[in-house]
């Protein structure tokens, strides 16, 4: 009794194509811009966190995620590393759980290696 039917208009003739790829533009442009500006730079940080982790070795000063700053003492190849945190105090910790390497040891000499 209060509602009025409503009647759809007619669509122009011609042109439909044209007008649907006219409206995914904006769409596209969107998700475009998602990537370059969210997506990209979350992988990159993603990549550089693996390569850092993949290269720690033992004696290296590490920050962990739960704020622990401590020395590498033995590399463990299931995914564990041991961390020295104070004198005579270790503890195991997952490799992913580093945030920062302080500070790196120097790689063995290439020449140490093959003799």
Avoid at 11 to 20: H, I, M, N, V
Wanted: positive net charge.
């Amino acid at each position: 009794m209060f509602v009025t039917p409503a009647f759809a208009q007619a669509a122009g003739g011609g042109g439909g194509a044209a007008s649907a790829i006219t409206q995914f533009i904006p769409l596209i442009l969107i998700f475009a811009i998602m990537y370059f500006l969210l997506i990209r730079p979350q992988q990159k940080k993603l990549k550089d966190h693996r390569a850092m982790v993949e290269a720690v070795r033992r004696g290296d000063t590490v920050i962990t995620q739960g704020g622990i700053i401590g020395k590498i003492s033995k590399v463990k190849e299931d995914g564990e590393l041991e961390v020295e945190i104070a004198e005579g105090v270790k503890v195991r910790i997952v490799r992913a759980t580093i945030a920062q390497v302080v500070s790196k040891t120097e790689p063995a000499s290439t020449a140490a290696n093959t003799n």
